[in-house]
C-alpha cells in the first residue's frame, strides 16, 4: 500500500535513530546498520511469496503495527541489546511494508506512471530526512527530558490510526480478482529475475553498487566530525542529503522522459560514484574547509541517489507480472539486505585500518565498474533508444 504519512513517519523514525546512533563508535554504527539489514536478509525472500498470495490489507496494518511497536521502544530504550532487539522488530515490519508498496504500484499503475509513483514516494522520504533533524532539534529544545517518549509516542499512534482508517477505506483487492491465473508463474524469485535480461542486468548492477555504497555510507557522519565538523551539525548533514534527494526526486520523471530508465540508472552510478571520489579527496586534503565541501558533496550523492533508487524500482515494477511483484521485490530487497548486512562491519573496518577515506576510494571505484557493466551490456552511449521503454 502506498501510505504516505506511514513513508514519511518511517523514515522521519529512521533519521530520528540515526542520530542517536552516532553517540557511538564507528564499530557500533556498523553493528547497528547490520541490524537495521537483518530481517530483510533473512525474512524478505518469503515474505515475497506470502504478500503475493494472502490480504494485503490486513497485512499492511500488521506489519505497520510491527513498525510502530519496534520504533517505539527503539527510541526509548536505555541500552544497547534493548535497542538493536527494538530496531529488529522495527525492520521486521518494514520487510513487508515496502513489499506491499512496491506490489500495489504494480497493481494499481500502468508502467508509464511507475516512475511519477515512486518519484513521490522518494521525495516524501527525502522530506522526512530533512524535517526529522529539524523536529529533534525542536523537541530536544523545548523538551530536553521526554523528547524521545513524547515524539515516538505520539507519532507511533498517530501511524496506527492513520493505518487503520487507510486500510478500511480501501476496497480489499485480491490477486485473484484482477489476474488470470494462467499468468501466475510458479517459479521462484531467482528464476523469474534471470528470464529477463533487462532485470538481472539491472539487479546484477543494483546490488554492486549497493555493494559499493554501503562499504562507507554509514562512516560519512564519521567522515564529517574528523574533519572538524561539530556533533550538533550532523544532523544538518542529513538534511543536507535529504534536501539533494527532494531536488533528485523531483527531476527523475523528467531525466527518465528524455533518457529512458537505463540512463537515468547509469547517471545515478556516475553521480554517485563522483561524489565517493570526492569524499576520498577531501579525507586526504588539508583545507579548512573541508567539512562545509563535504556538505555540498552529500547534497549532490542525495541527487544522484534519488535517481537510482527511482530508476530501479521503477525497472523492477516494468519488468513484472504484477502477480509476481511480491516474489521479484522480496528477492531483489533480500539479496540487497545480504549486503547490508555485511557491507557497514566491513567498512568499518577498513577504516579503523586504513583510514576514513579508504572506504570512500573503494566505493568509487566500485561503482565506475558498475558503470561500465550497464553502459557495456546495453550499448548506452551508442543506442538511440532505450528499449526498455518500448518492448513492453
Known amino acids: 500500500m502506498v501510505n504516505y504519512f506511514d513513508i514519511f513517519w518511517d523514515y522521519s523514525v529512521f533519521a530520528f535513530i540515526i542520530l542517536y546512533t552516532l553517540q557511538g563508535s564507528v ?83 500502468t ?83 534471470s528470464k529477463d535480461a533487462y532485470l538481472l542486468w539491472g539487479t546484477i548492477v543494483y546490488c554492486l553498487s549497493i555493494f559499493a555504497v554501503y562499504i562507507s555510507d554509514d562512516l560519512l557522519a564519521y567522515l564529517y566530525l574528523s574533519l572538524g565538523g561539530q556533533g550538533a551539525h550532523i544532523g544538518t548533514l542529513i538534511a543536507t542529503i ?12 523528467y531525466i527518465e522522459r528524455i533518457s529512458g530508465l537505463l540512463r537515468t540508472f547509469l547517471i545515478s552510478l556516475c553521480f554517485d560514484a563522483v561524489c565517493f571520489l570526492a569524499y576520498f579527496l577531501i579525507s586526504i586534503s588539508s583545507f579548512s574547509s573541508r567539512a562545509t565541501l563535504l556538505m555540498l558533496v552529500a ?46 562491519l566491513t567498512g568499518a573496518l577498513i577504516a579503523d585500518t586504513f583510514g576514513n577515506g579508504v572506504p570512500f576510494l573503494i566505493t568509487s571505484i566500485i561503482l565506475v565498474i558498475c558503470s561500465l557493466l550497464l553502459i557495456t551490456r546495453f550499448s548506452l552511449l551508442t543506442s538511440t533508444k532505450d528499449k526498455l521503454n518500448v518492448e513492453q
Not at 154 to 164: A, G, Q, T, W, Y
Open 27 to 109: 564499530m557500533d554504527a556498523g553493528l547497528i546498520a547490520a541490524a537495521f539489514a537483518l530481517p530483510n536478509a533473512v525474512l524478505s525472500h518469503k515474505a515475497g511469496y506470502l504478500v503475493d498470495k494472502v490480504n494485503n490489507n490486513f497485512l499492511f496494518l500488521c506489519s505497520n503495527l510491527v513498525v510502530a511497536s519496534g520504533a517505539l521502544f527503539a527510541l526509548t530504550s536505555d541500552n544497547q541489546i534493548a535497542f538493536l532487539l527494538a530496531i529488529l522488530v522495527r525492520s521486521t515490519g518494514r520487510c513487508f511494508t515496502s513489499i506491499l508498496s512496491q506490489r500495489h504500484i504494480s497493481l494499481h499503475h
Open 111 to 193: 508502467y508509464k506512471e511507475y516512475v511519477k509513483v515512486n518519484s513521490t514516494i522518494s521525495l516524501i522520504s527525502n522530506i522526512a530526512k530533512v524535517a526529522a533533524p529539524l523536529l529533534f532539534s525542536l523537541t530536544a529544545l523545548y523538551l530536553p527530558d521526554v523528547n524521545k517518549l513524547v515524539f515516538s509516542l505520539v507519532m507511533s499512534v498517530i501511524l496506527v490510526l492513520n493505518c487503520l482508517l487507510y486500510t478500511l477505506r480501501k476496497e480489499n483487492i485480491q490477486i485473484e480478482d484482477i489476474s488470470n491465473p494462467s499468468q501466475r508463474s510458479t517459479s521462484n524469485g531467482y528464476k523469474l529475475i
Open 242 to 253: 535529504g534536501a539533494g534527494g527532494i531536488i533528485g526526486s523531483y527531476l527523475v520523471p
Open 299 to 344: 547534497f549532490c550523492m542525495g541527487v544522484g541517489t534519488a535517481f537510482g533508487i527511482v530508476g530501479f524500482r521503477s525497472l523492477a515494477q516494468q519488468r513484472s507480472n504484477a502477480s509476481n511483484i511480491g516474489k521479484i521485490y522480496g528477492t531483489i530487497q533480500s539479496i540487497t539486505s545480504i549486503t547490508v548486512l555485511i557491507l557497514p
